[in-house]
C-alpha cells in the first residue's frame, strides 16, 4: 500500500489520533516544502499553517475530532518560489486506528480563475459606482475626492491621486489627493521627471510600478513621495483618444507587489477618470467660450441673433431684445420673423427677401433691405446680414443674423433724391431760360442788322 501511496502524484497525509504524523508520500513532502518526515513530527508543524475547513475556519483535524463524517478545506502554504499554493484538502477517518487521512488536491490555477472573477466582479461594481458617483454630484472637485476614496478602498491603497500635466508637460498639478495627511495635497505642483513613476506614465502613456523604492533602481522617489512615506507604488496614464489628460497614482506606504492580471482593470478605471475629467474641461471651456462670446455679443450696439433651420432664436444680444422692446427670455426660442417682421409666416412666404433662408440654401452669406415698424409705430428701415454657420461635416445647421438701422441713411437717401429732383428741375429751368435768351439776341442783332440795311438803302 505504502509503496501504491509513494507511487501517485496527488499528495496524502496520515495523521496519528494525537496528531503527530504517521506517513507523508513524496507529492505531499513537495507540497509542503520538506525533504523528507521527522519522526513524531507534529501535524501543525508539518503543514506550517492548517487545512481549515471553509465552513468554520477551524483546522479540519479539530472538527473531524467532532464529527467522523468526511470534512472538506483548504491550504494555502507559500511555495519554494515565494508563491503561494492552494489546496483542496479533503480528510477523513481511517476505520480501526482513528488515524487521519488528508488527501490534497491542486487548484492553485482554478483559485487564480476564481479570484480573478470575483475581482473582476469587483470592478465592475467599482466602475459601476465610480461613474455613478460622477453623474450624480455636479462638482469635479468633490466627485472625484469620493472616487478617490472609493478606489482607495478597493485596492487597498494608503493614497490616491490625480495629477494633470501643465505647461506641455514640463510640470504638473495634484488636483486631488486622499490618505495622505502631508507630503502631497490638492494644488500641489511638482516638475515632470521621466525618472519618477508620475512623470514616467505622463509621458510615455504607460502604466509604471514600483515593488520597493528601496530596492528598485529604476525609478527614484520624488521628494513628495518622500515626504508621505512611500515605499510603493503603481501610476497608471488617464488617457482619452491619444491624449493623456492625467494620471492615476495608488501608492502604499510598504513594499507592494501588485497583480499585473488587474492592470487592465486598472486601466478602465484610469481612462474612465480621464472621461469625466475631460468632460469637465469641456464644458468649462464651453462655458468661458460661452462667456466670452455673449461679452462680444454684448458689446456689439446692433442686433445679433442666431437662427436655427426652423427659424428659432438660439441666441440673442441685448441690443436686438431692446429694439424689439422685451427681455432676452422672451426672445429666446421664439420665431426671428414673429419679432422681426410682426408676422406669422417666414419672410419668403409672403414675398420679401428673406436672407438667413438664402444663407442655409447657397452656403454663402446675404443681405437684404426692410421696412419696418418700431413700437411706437414709426417706420423704420434696417438692413439684414446672414452668414451660416457650418457643422463638422459642412452641413449649414444655423445662421448669424445682424440687423442694423439704416432708417438715417434711407432718410439722407431720401432728402438726397428730392433734392436732385429740384436741382433737376432748377437745372432744366435755368437752362431753358438761358436758351431762350441765345434766342432772343440772335433775334435782336437780325433786327438791328434789318434795321442796317433798309436805312443804308433810303439814302
Known sequence: MKDILDAIGRPVVVIEPDQSVRYANPAALKAVGRER?????????????????????????????????????????????????VYDTECSVLEGDGAMVVSLSDVTEASRVEDLLERSAEGLTVLYELSNTFLTEKNMEYALELGLNLLLDHYGADIAAVAVPLDGMKEMEYISVVGCESGISAGTRDKVDARDITGYSMLERSPSMVVDYGGDKRFRRSELFENCGVESGICLPMAVGDVVVGVLCFLYLKPMRFDTAELWYLNVVANTLAVYIEKERSLQKLEESQAYITSVLEGIGDGVIVVDRDFNITIANRAFSDSQDRFQEEVIGSKCYRFARGKDKPCYEI?????????????????????????????TFVRINAYPIFD???KVVAAVETTFDITGRVSMEHD???RVGELEEFYDMAVGRELRMVELKEDIEKLESELSRLRNNNR
Open 37 to 85: 518526515l521527522a519522526s513524531g513530527m507534529h501535524c501543525k508543524e508539518f503543514f506550517s499553517s492548517c487545512p481549515v475547513n471553509l465552513d468554520t475556519g477551524v483546522c479540519l483535524c479539530e472538527d473531524l475530532a467532532k464529527d467522523n463524517a468526511v470534512l472538506r478545506g483548504r491550504y494555502s502554504p507559500e511555495g519554494g518560489d515565494g508563491q503561494a499554493r
Open 351 to 379: 414675398g420679401d427677401d428673406c436672407p438667413v433662408k438664402a444663407a442655409f440654401e447657397t452656403g454663402e452669406s446675404c443681405s437684404a433691405e426692410h421696412a419696418r415698424n418700431d413700437p411706437e409705430g414709426n417706420e
Open 392 to 394: 463638422p461635416s459642412g
Open 416 to 418: 438726397l433724391e428730392k
